[in-house]
């Protein structure tokens, strides 16, 4: 195999691997720091509203409660959805929801993640956890808790909380470019095209020689 042959294909792999790890998924804690109040549950009467902002290029690929706690019960359940926000929670929530999840044998300190179908857009989002339970025993869904965070508001029960919030991460990533998706397009073309080309050259010359 010649140098030019293997300097392409290095060439070639070190613009995919930039590509690649330009691309890659962030988490965000929405969560403060220091003490919340503890673990509430969620009920059929109380629920968790977070509402959160995607920044601007970026785009949202998932949702999580962290370590969900359900009070040593494996067979607990709950509603999650996520809202495009609109003024105020009352109206947010009565709108149709962009994603619903009904989770059923919730485990106890596991994280629930829920990834979204398509990636979301830049913007403001609430995400709502409800009608929580468990089918048979003891326990209950609830969540982990911190102190407050700039940006992040929370609802218990329909009313806005500024004492804490609620232990969730979302994760999120670079909002597609046009220009990084067309080379990405093209570069197996590229190498269907200059692999060959190369490999012929080389033949030839040891042929010739």
């Known amino acids: 195999m010649s140098k030019k042959l293997i300097i392409t294909m290095v060439l070639v792999m070190s613009i995919i691997g930039s590509i690649m790890a330009f691309a890659a998924p962030t988490d965000i804690p929405l969560n403060g720091t220091g003490a919340g109040v503890g673990a509430p549950q969620i009920t059929a009467t109380d629920h968790l509203g977070v509402k959160f902002a995607v920044p601007e290029g970026k ?10 706690p359900t009070y040593e019960s494996n067979n607990a359940y709950y509603t999650f959805k996520l809202f495009a926000w609109n003024t105020d929670f009352d109206t947010t929530v009565s709108g149709t929801p962009l994603y619903t999840k009904k989770v059923e044998n919730q485990h106890d300190n596991v994280t629930a993640t829920f990834e979204f179908p398509e990636a979301l857009p830049a913007g403001e989002y609430l995400a709502h956890v409800s009608e929580g339970g468990v089918t048979e025993g003891t326990g209950c869904p609830a969540v982990w808790t911190s102190g407050p965070k700039e940006g992040v508001t929370t609802f218990w029960s329909g009313k806005q909380r500024d004492d804490f919030t609620a232990n969730v991460a979302i994760t999120v990533d670079d909002a597609p470019n046009p220009q990084t998706s067309d080379s990405i397009l093209i570069l197996p073309f ?3 095209v200059m692999l060959p080309v190369a490999v012929l050259t080389n033949t030839r010359k040891r042929v010739s020689a």
């Open 59 to 68: 785009v949202l690929l998932k949702f999580s409660i962290v370590n969900m």
């Open 190 to 192: 590229v190498l269907a």
